[in-house]
């Protein structure tokens, strides 16, 4: 299997667009240059090819290459399992969060695996709790990103509890996580998001922008708030 995955992703590979990436994810390991579309074509023949319990060791062996690739369709293979799903997958996934270096990789696994999970158990909730108190920034962006799917279906709370936490959060890719978790929770809950970002309407630029993508009313009282601080300061 290992043998032919990789005969696949040379065949596939394009140097330039593997120099690209690279640079773009800011990734730690090597790249063949294949894109999605492909990738998820490789994800489904492994789907097809293995029940949900021999797969966990096909994701291992492509967990623990060199390139990033191989890594990627070791989660896009995963998710195809989704009504499998169990607390088993939840514990075996938790497990590789440590391993995560890229946005793109903790942004899938924790939408495509980790929130699905999370619909079905609620009561790993408390787990995801905690998981947004480590000081691994991709392990927190995970905290944050895996409360999509609840937000998509009206449940807000857990999300709103774990960004209340972090809103004033230095790192970038925090603050766009919460900035997108908080757009969206605007799409369920309008009201009770506008009054959320009232109440930290000095959150960091980035996450301010993500988060009031459609609210332009919000961003005029931003603007007019700092403008009277700064002519205040001023004039002091």
């Not at 949900?52 to 990627?72: G, I, M, P």
């Not at 790993?124 to 799917?149: C, F, G, H, Q, Y």
């Amino acid at each position: 299997m290992s043998f032919e995955i990789k005969r696949r992703l040379k065949k596939l590979s394009d140097k330039q667009f593997a120099k690209d990436i690279k640079k773009y994810l800011r990734s730690p390991y090597e790249f063949y240059g294949v894109r999605v579309p492909e990738l998820r074509i490789l994800a489904k023949k492994l789907y097809d090819e293995n029940n949900l319990n021999s797969f966990y060791k096909v994701f291992d062996k492509l967990w623990h290459s060199k390139y990033h690739e191989e890594r990627s369709l070791a989660i896009y293979a995963l998710q195809l399992y989704e009504k499998e799903f169990n607390l088993k997958t939840w514990k075996f996934i938790k497990e590789k969060l440590k391993d995560i270096k890229t946005w793109d990789q903790i942004d899938i696994l924790s939408t495509g695996i980790l929130g699905k999970i999370l619909l079905k158990y609620p009561k790993l909730e408390k787990e995801l709790l905690m998981l947004s108190k480590n000081k691994d920034i991709w392990i927190k962006r995970a905290s944050i990103v895996s409360t999509l799917p609840l937000v998509k279906t009206g449940k807000i709370k857990l999300t709103i509890e774990i960004i209340s936490n972090e809103i004033q959060n230095e790192n970038p890719y925090i603050q766009k996580a919460i900035g997108w978790l908080l757009r969206e929770s605007g799409k369920q809950k309008p009201k009770e998001i506008e009054n959320f970002i009232l109440k930290n309407l000095d959150m960091p630029s980035i996450t301010f922008s993500y988060a009031t993508e459609q609210m332009k009313k919000l961003r005029r009282l931003r603007k007019l708030r700092k403008k009277h601080l700064f002519q205040k300061k001023k004039s002091s």
